[in-house]
């Protein structure tokens, strides 16, 4: 054996490694900055959400295509946030994982289906569930009116709130010419995180069908009865009976609600507002139905087929009006502009006499909803045929104007998210968990070398030196694959270079303990070095392979903080062999042919090196006779 050959390949492999950590792409700024690893939001500071793509009909993992899709919009809106090194990336076959590093932020809005309508309101009543009577007229929440420019404007809803504009996540994104700038307006009202099915709910169908027949069968065959028999928003004095029958759709749950028909949402009282606001996300999706909705929390409206949608907005931006309030203007494609022109004539004009009283405006025009996901951002009253581009106005800041045009220029998403888990960390807590995870593994390899050099005394520093370079190299390849492929070092990740410690000396223990074997059956230790080698090499390779395997099965079927664990486990696991192939044996070889490995104070090999001597002075009659 030439163990030089070994080492010089181990060298070679250094100065590759250390000439990407310096010189590979994405290598910038002085020497010290090069050497910086990526690290995670959990030693920075910074918000970690992790979404889930649902389906409320099968249950079914979403396409990779439609997933990678999912993924590039969010991308784009957290990216329209104007943040640095912001990472979203898949995990499995059904979560997304956004990362923002360096801040604390509210990052559920981002992963919101942003599908975008605009539908004609066709009835109200009330929806705070204690109506009495049939139904009075709600107060209408804005106008759209020709301006003399020959553009179009809108007056919001003046009870507005800021903080309910930034909720929403819009529309779709489409292509075509920008059209001449017009407005309708919009102002936004209080809107809910799409919600997952209630806790309290049936285990869920596998299909809308079966899911309306397990409601009918909680609500009873009496209350299912007088529902379906409504035309109208019941009346509960003209029919005090009516209250008693329809009381159980009161204890529906949001996505029990989400599979009744239009019709039953909105004539049956007891359904109220508070239940339609929190119906799974994409529950009124359909552009081709009729859809129940909600306005400020209290008024229910019927609202038409979708005849403008979000690929009919080309373009949105977040601009400041001439009252110096911040609104978000919309551009219409081309075909776009026409459905718009359209929509808006329909409306003034209340062709058909489609929209009843309950529905009109002040000055008894029909409204137009502009709906985001489940809720109604504004229904402004249209008192013109509006030829030209819109705006969505309110009380909006800055910021939050900002984000309701990015999520309406990025498009629609084509899964349905649920948000499971939101971390915030603060620099101060990243640096603190910095400090703690390297401390830990320095006191781990600490105690390790202070082991190795007290029980195999020359032998520890072949323990030491290859920890040394076992260490280098996880350091150099975790510089270069947060580089290349993004992998960011967290505190879990620490946690799984501290465990592969104690793997490795595992390893040399397996290999001295054999070494001593050797030369306790007789042999001299020079040829006792590469008999042990092949004798440990395989325990050592199959102790390291269950480790390996166990990193890439926990890697696999783990999302988060655990799979950084898997990934930095089995990523020092494979160095670690690196370092034992060429580095430890080579060394060992090297050794065994100096005079120091052959004494036994100073090899470590003390209790076999006498034993080997004992057993060899009987076999030699002329020492006896001497």
């Known amino acids: ?51 889930e ?43 997304i994982v956004v990362s923002l590093p360096g801040q604390n932020r509210e990052l559920n809005d981002v992963g919101s289906a942003a599908e975008l309508r605009f539908r004609k309101v066709l009835k109200a009543t009330d929806g ?38 930034a909720s929403p996540s819009a529309g779709g994104q489409g292509g075509g010419a920008p059209a001449p700038s017009a407005s309708p307006s919009a102002s936004a009202s209080p809107s809910a995180p799409a919600a997952s099915p209630s806790a309290s709910a049936a285990p869920v169908p596998q299909s809308v069908e079966e899911q309306r027949k397990a409601v009918e069968k909680k609500v009873g065959a009496t209350a299912w009865a007088a529902a379906s028999a409504l035309q109208a928003p019941a009346d509960f004095t003209a029919d005090p009976s009516l209250a008693e029958k329809l009381k ?17 949402q909105f004539n049956v009282p007891t359904i109220t507002c508070a239940q339609l606001d929190k119906r799974p996300a994409a529950s009124i999706k359909d552009e081709k139905q009729q859809a129940v909705a909600c306005e400020s929390g209290a008024a229910k409206y019927l609202l038409d087929v979708a005849k403008v949608v979000g690929t009919d907005v080309d373009d949105a931006d ?11 203007s919309l551009n219409f494609t081309g075909s776009g502009q026409d459905k718009w022109t359209a929509l808006t004539r329909e409306a003034f004009n209340n062709e058909g006499g489609a929209c009843d009283q309950t529905a009109l405006g002040q000055d008894g025009k029909c409204r137009v909803a502009v709906v985001l996901d489940n809720e109604i951002v504004s229904s402004p009253e249209i008192q013109g045929v509006l030829t030209g581009d819109s705006q969505i106005t309110g009380s909006f800041n800055q910021k939050d104007a900002a984000e309701l045009a990015g999520n309406l220029r990025y498009g629609a998403l084509p899964v349905t998210f649920v948000p499971q888990e939101q971390q915030n960390v603060t620099a101060t807590l990243g640096e603190s968990h910095l400090r703690a995870g390297l401390l830990a593994a320095g006191i781990g390899m600490l105690l390790v070398i202070i082991y190795s050099f007290f029980y195999y005394r020359l032998l520890g520093s ?3 030196l290859s920890l040394v370079l076992s260490a280098l190299l996880v350091f150099g390849a975790l510089v270069v694959l947060g580089r ?20 490795a000396a595992d390893s040399f223990v397996i290999y001295f303990e054999r070494l001593k074997d050797e030369i306790r059956e007789g042999r001299s230790p020079r040829s006792a070095v590469p008999r042990a080698w092949i004798r440990a090499r395989r325990t050592i390779i199959s102790a390291n392979a ?27 696991t494979i160095l670690d062999l690196v370092v034992v192939f060429l580095f430890r044996h080579p060394i060992m070889t090297m050794f065994a042919r100096t005079r120091a490995f052959l004494s036994p104070r100073v090899s470590g090999l003390g209790r076999a090196l006498p034993a080997r001597t004992e057993q060899a002075n009987p076999r030699n009659p002329r020492v006896k006779e001497a």
């Open 462 to 464: 072949v323990i030491f």
């Open 53 to 95: 793509a649902t389906n409320s009909i099968d249950g079914k993992p979403p396409t990779s295509e439609n997933l990678e899709e999912a993924r590039r919009i969010i991308e784009n809106r957290v990216n329209a946030y104007g943040v640095a090194e912001a990472e979203v990336v898949t995990e499995g076959d059904r979560n």
């Open 546 to 572: 269950i480790t390996l395997m166990s990193a890439v099965v926990l890697y696999i079927v783990s999302v988060g903080a655990v799979k950084g664990f898997a990934f930095a486990l089995g990523l020092a």
């Open 248 to 264: 159980p759709f009161g204890t529906l749950s949001p996505a029990e609600v989400a599979v009744l028909s239009p019709q039953m």
């Open 128 to 165: 705070s569930g204690a109506v009495t009577a049939p139904a009075a007229t709600p107060a209408p929440s804005g106008s759209a009116s020709p301006a003399p420019s020959g553009s179009a404007s809108a007056s919001p809803k003046a009870s507005a709130s800021a903080k309910a504009t």
């Open 318 to 328: 977040a601009v400041l009006d001439q009252t110096s309030q911040w609104v978000v």
């Open 484 to 503: 290349q492929i993004g992998f960011t070092l967290t505190l879990a990740g620490i946690a799984g270079m501290i465990v592969s410690l104690g793997v």
């Open 1 to 51: 054996m030439r163990p030089g050959r070994q080492l010089a390949v181990l060298g070679f492999i250094f100065v590759v490694l250390y000439l990407l950590v310096f010189f590979s792409g994405g290598a910038s700024g002085g020497w010290k900055d090069r050497l910086e690893p990526r690290l995670g939001l959990d030693l920075i500071g910074g918000t970690r959400l992790t979404l």
